[in-house]
C-alpha cells in the first residue's frame, strides 16, 4: 500500500510513538522507512559580534543530536528488518522541510508524533503537525505518545 513511509523524528516521546507505529506499518505494508530530523540553525535573531561563536556551537549541538536521532531509529528500523533511509535537514520551517522530503523521496504516508502543545506556546510556536496536516498532499497519520 505504501513503498515509503516519511517519519519525522525529534527525539520526543510523541516521534518514538510515531516510530514504532511507522515501524509496524512498514513491516505490515512491506514499506521501507525514510526518517528524517529537522532543525532550524536560526531559531533567534541574536545581534552583535558577541554571539556569533555561540551561534556555531548551537549549529554544532543541534545537528549532532539531530544525527544522534536518526541514528538511533534507524538501528530500531533495521533491528524490525526494514530498509531505512536518513536525512538530516537545516530549514526554519520544521513543517516545509518534512513535506519537502516527503516529496523529494516519493513517500506516500506521513506518520509523526503530536507535540500536545497547548496554551501561549501553540500560539506562538504554532504547531508543526498542525502545520503538515493542513498543508500535504499526501496521507498524513499523527500519533500521541501513550499515557
Same mark, same amino acid.
Request: charged share 15%; hydrophobic share 50%.
Given at each position: 500500500?505504501?513503498?515509503?513511509?516519511?517519519?519525522?523524528? $525529534? =527525539?520526543?516521546?510523541? %516521534?518514538?510513538?510515531? !516510530?514504532?507505529?511507522?515501524? =509496524?506499518?512498514?513491516?505490515?505494508?512491506?514499506?521501507?522507512?525514510? !526518517?528524517? %530530523?529537522?532543525? $532550524?540553525?536560526?531559531?533567534?535573531?541574536?545581534? *552583535?559580534?558577541?554571539?556569533?561563536?555561540?551561534?556555531?556551537?548551537?549549529? $554544532?549541538?543541534?545537528?549532532?543530536?539531530?544525527?544522534?536521532?536518526?541514528?538511533?531509529?534507524?538501528?530500531?528500523?533495521?533491528?524490525? *528488518?526494514?530498509?531505512?533511509?536518513?536525512?538530516?535537514?537545516?530549514?526554519?520551517?520544521?513543517?516545509?522541510?518534512?513535506?519537502?522530503?516527503?516529496?523529494?523521496?516519493?513517500?506516500?504516508?506521513?506518520?509523526? =508524533? %503530536?507535540? =500536545?502543545? %497547548?496554551?501561549?506556546?501553540?500560539?506562538?510556536?504554532?504547531?508543526?503537525?498542525?502545520?503538515?496536516?493542513?498543508?500535504?498532499?499526501?496521507?498524513?497519520?499523527?500519533?500521541?505518545?501513550?499515557?
Amino acid at each position: 500500500m505504501f513503498k515509503k513511509i516519511l517519519v519525522p523524528l $525529534d =527525539g520526543s516521546d510523541t %516521534s518514538q510513538a510515531a !516510530l514504532h507505529t511507522a515501524i =509496524g506499518m512498514a513491516q505490515a505494508f512491506g514499506s521501507s522507512l525514510v !526518517l528524517v %530530523s529537522v532543525y $532550524d540553525p536560526f531559531p533567534f535573531i541574536v545581534a *552583535g559580534p558577541d554571539y556569533g561563536y555561540a551561534q556555531v556551537q548551537y549549529v $554544532d549541538a543541534v545537528k549532532a543530536e539531530s544525527e544522534a536521532t536518526v541514528l538511533a531509529g534507524r538501528q530500531l528500523a533495521e533491528a524490525a *528488518g526494514l530498509q531505512v533511509a536518513t536525512q538530516v535537514i537545516d530549514a526554519p520551517k520544521t513543517w516545509r522541510a518534512i513535506l519537502d522530503a516527503a516529496a523529494a523521496t516519493q513517500a506516500g504516508l506521513i506518520v509523526m =508524533g %503530536s507535540h =500536545g502543545r %497547548s496554551g501561549l506556546d501553540k500560539l506562538v510556536m504554532g504547531s508543526v503537525a498542525h502545520s503538515v496536516l493542513q498543508h500535504a498532499p499526501l496521507p498524513v497519520l499523527v500519533v500521541r505518545a501513550s499515557a
